[in-house]
């Protein structure tokens, strides 16, 4: 089987705005406070506007708020159990922060 190379770069979020995401993300899975689930939300909501404005589809945005989790170690339940990254919440606010993205990138 010959593999097929795809010349598209991976799209994605600006560089600042992966940054950034990464970093309040990183900042509510360690502290879990309500000050940093507010600047997480602010900044999902940024990161819908972007993947908009870079015309992102809406499925390429969940990909990279994943690939996000992924890598920090927050997106599955069993694995933050285990490292103790995380709080049991995060379920819930997932969900809260996917809606706010989502929201954020399809409003007018």
């Known amino acids: 089987m010959v593999s097929q190379q795809n010349d598209n ?3 994605g979020l ?3 705005v992966h940054t950034a995401l990464e ?3 990183r900042f509510y899975a360690s502290t879990g ?7 997480l939300t602010a900044m999902v909501q940024t990161a819908g506007r972007d993947a908009r ?3 992102l589809r809406s499925d390429e945005l969940l990909l990279v ?6 890598k920090l170690g927050i997106g599955d339940h ?3 159990e285990k490292t103790g990254v995380g709080h049991p919440e995060n379920a819930i606010s997932r969900s809260r922060l996917v ?6 990138y399809y409003a007018d």
């Open 9 to 11: 770069p991976p799209r």
């Open 14 to 16: 600006s560089v600042e």
């Open 23 to 25: 970093a309040a993300l």
């Open 33 to 39: 406070s309500v000050e940093a689930l507010n600047a």
């Open 53 to 55: 404005a870079r015309e």
């Open 65 to 70: 708020f994943k690939s996000i989790e992924h």
């Open 78 to 80: 069993e694995r933050f």
């Open 99 to 104: 809606r706010a993205m989502l929201e954020a």
